[in-house]
């Protein structure tokens, strides 16, 4: 399989679903002209226009809004956020209107939205720039949320997430987009289902839930854990709204153990979903209670030494992982 | 509603000459507009114009610390001198900032040390803030200075809030907030100007349009004829000034001072200005904007155009030019490599200010992250 990176993936998945629908619409901050802060939109306004590929004022809030009007009325935007943490000016048209207006209309309305762009935390960008915004997302019913580790995965659910007929999030990170990964061919399409996860790594003596950027530090941590003959078994739920229930069970019932890896703090959030729906489907299964490894519960500091403690390390995963397997 | 030509709005108040990068026959006057000029004292003459030159040769270094990767990030302000300065010279000790990307020079007017604020964009075991915030955010307490936000236009309402507040208190404290041109589009732009002019509260709103914002240029952020047209709406005056013109910013702001200090109100100003350099230390300008646009307005560089000025009124031989830049060099190496040498933050330092007291949850985390080796993972 050929292999490119996770922006050139993303970037695929628009140019191919504004090639096949004359709905599809690009809007945000220097999507057009700049090509993206993170050249995700390379190409696109000289192929599609500026009809289609829209740079906007700076008015996160604003443009939400014009997308969901815009959805409503039978057009089919994806809005990029520079980063999600410029979504929070925003957050009233995300939360009180896109995600409400199917249900609040009897399922007269509804709002085929993608709101997407890079999330978590870069390098040394200090704490109102490196939020993982994916707890705030989740607890929303009537959104889907999807978090894609690898460019396969960015490319199959962003086309999804395209076509789906209800508002989606779609969280890449800034760290990822240089990621290179198979991808299928061109002429090959490839549509990933919601709420199906993928087994990154297999293993039978203890499972790593992992998605977003600590995806790459969990599978790290199995390669060291298998030199000391541990070996994990790596899920990847990819959307974490609706969440692959079925697939994690399956796994920690093989392994009995389990560690769950994110990177949003440790209160609430995604991951303590994850663990409470294991426990309750597989409590007699398991040997240990789940640990969790997310980022310590402060803001970002922007000091590069103090970041990387933060953030969760390969370290502090392994360390997990041997603590549930009561092994020194 | 039509507005007359004279509008102050839509005009550009001005004492210089705009483009005075040629040097003028001896004794002419560099002033298109002498009636305008505030006719400062020499001393503080001298001292805006060190301050200008400091700032600027401070930028200078840094962008070059930037690119031998020993700072992570930088914003410099070059060629948007003459606001922040001007500024700083209008204000009284008590008096508040709440700056936008490229205000934080007014502390160092307002007797920030140098080697603090450098610090700060170290992030390293001397800075005051700990390491936690990112270099061009810099913050006083002991100056009044606050931080601005990441994301774009928070401190405009703050700044109105901080007015209100003195005006609450009675401590006859005047609040300046600043708004980059791009950053007027966000809401918070529009409710600021809005509560200023509802609570009538001490406060001026600068905003510094340079032309830019990123890659996208004034026009695409807004269909009015200038920014500050839009203070009619709100019904507050509004005063439309040359940006790299001091002395009509010093006039311009410091009437907008004295009116919010005596209880007369709010004002807004556009200072026009524009951004010579990049937008930060990761952007590319030349993919934006053309070569010619940026030498013009070279042409128009605020700290030549007062150089102009105080040759003309004898304040400023080359002798006293280059002794100047000479001074201020070695002051800016001395603090940077007083600031550089210094250890970054210990790892204790992540658990504390989350709130007054450190909950019990992370004195928990502080115990098991020491118990793991102190060299930070690779990533
Ligand atoms: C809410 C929000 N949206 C987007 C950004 C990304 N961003 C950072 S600076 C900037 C441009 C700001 O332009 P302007 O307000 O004109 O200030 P200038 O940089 O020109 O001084 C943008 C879009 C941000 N920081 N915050």
């Known amino acids: 399989m050929r292999e490119i990176r996770y922006r050139e993936a993303v970037r695929e998945a628009i140019r191919e679903e504004m090639e096949a629908d004359e709905r599809v619409f690009l809007m945000g901050e220097e999507v057009g002209h700049y090509q993206g802060a993170y050249k995700v939109s390379e190409g696109l306004l000289s192929q599609f226009g500026e009809k289609r590929v829209i740079d906007t004022p700076i008015a996160e809030a604003g443009f939400a809004g014009i997308g969901i009007g815009a959805a409503m009325t039978g057009l089919r935007p994806i809005i990029e956020f520079m980063t999600w943490n410029f979504s929070f000016v925003a957050f009233d048209q995300i939360i009180s209107n896109a995600a409400k207006i199917r249900q609040m209309s009897g399922g007269t309305f509804d709002v085929p939205i993608v709101f997407r762009g890079p999330n978590g935390a870069a390098k040394q960008v200090a704490s109102q720039h490196s939020h993982s915004v994916d707890p705030f997302y989740t607890n929303i019913p009537g959104i889907f949320v999807v978090m894609p580790a690898t460019p396969r995965d960015a490319k199959g659910l962003l086309k999804t997430a395209i076509r789906c007929q209800d508002p989606v999030i779609f969280l890449e990170g800034e760290t990822l987009y240089n990621v290179k990964g198979e991808v299928p061919e061109l002429d090959e399409e490839e549509l990933i289902p919601f709420g199906k996860g993928r087994i990154g790594r297999e293993g039978k003596d203890c499972t790593i839930v992992a998605f977003g950027r600590p995806y790459y530090e969990a599978m790290q941590a199995a390669e060291k854990l298998a030199a000391d003959g541990i070996e994990c078994e790596i899920v990847d739920p990819r959307t974490l709204r609706p969440l692959d229930i079925e697939l994690l069970v399956e796994s920690v019932k093989k392994t009995h153990r389990c560690v769950v890896v994110h990177e949003h703090w440790p209160y609430g959030g995604p991951g303590a979903e994850i663990v409470d729906q294991i426990q309750r489907e597989a409590f007699d299964w398991l040997d240990a209670p789940i640990h969790r490894v997310g980022s310590l519960d402060v803001p970002m500091p922007y000091a590069s030494n103090l970041e990387n403690f933060v953030l969760p390390t390969v370290e502090r995963i392994s360390d997990a992982v041997r603590r549930v397997s009561y092994a020194k | ?379």
């Open chain 2, 1 to 379: 509603m039509a507005l007359s030509p004279d509008d102050p709005t839509l005009g550009l108040f001005q004492v210089l000459r705009e483009d005075l990068s040629e040097p003028l026959p001896e004794g002419e006057d560099p002033r298109s507009h002498p009636e305008n000029d505030p006719e400062l004292s020499e001393d503080t003459l001298r001292a805006m114009f060190r301050h200008m030159l400091r700032v600027r040769l401070l930028d200078e270094r840094m962008m070059m610390r930037q690119r031998q990767g020993r700072i992570g990030f930088f914003g410099a302000i070059t060629g948007q001198e003459a606001t922040p300065i001007a500024t700083a010279f209008c204000l009284e000790e008590k008096d508040w900032v709440f700056p936008a990307l490229r205000e934080n020079a007014i502390m160092l007017v307002r007797g920030f040390p140098l080697t603090q604020w450098l610090a700060q964009v170290y992030g390293n075991s001397l800075d005051v803030l700990k390491g936690r915030q990112m270099p061009s955010h810099m913050s006083g307490r002991s100056v009044n200075q606050v931080s601005w936000s990441s994301c774009l236009g928070p401190q405009l309402p703050q700044a109105v809030g901080a007015a209100m507040a003195a005006k609450y208190k009675k401590t006859g404290a005047v609040t300046i907030g600043f708004i980059g041109d791009g950053a007027t589009s966000e809401p918070d732009f529009h409710c600021a100007m809005n509560f200023a002019g509802v609570s009538n509260a001490p406060c001026v709103m600068i905003c510094q349009n340079n032309h830019w914002a990123i890659s996208v240029p004034s026009k695409k952020q807004t269909r009015s004829a200038t920014f500050a047209v839009k203070a009619h709406a709100y019904g507050i005056p509004g005063v439309r000034v040359d940006g790299n013109d001091i002395l009509a910013l010093r006039a311009v702001i410091g009437e907008a001072v004295d009116r919010a200090r005596k209880g007369e109100g709010p004002t807004f100003i556009e200072a026009v200005t524009y951004r010579i350099g990049a937008h930060s230390s990761s952007d590319d300008p030349t993919v934006y904007r053309s070569d010619e646009e940026v030498e013009l307005w070279r042409r128009k560089d605020p700290i030549q155009r007062f150089e102009r000025y105080m040759r003309f009124k004898g304040l400023l031989s080359d002798d006293e030019r280059a002794q100047l830049e000479k001074e201020l060099v070695e002051e800016i190496l001395a603090a940077i490599e007083n600031v550089e040498s210094a250890a970054p933050p210990a790892r204790e330092t992540l658990f504390e200010d989350v709130f007054e007291e450190r909950p019990w949850h992370l004195a928990e985390q502080q115990d098991e992250l020491l118990e793991h080796d102190p060299a930070p993972s690779a990533h």
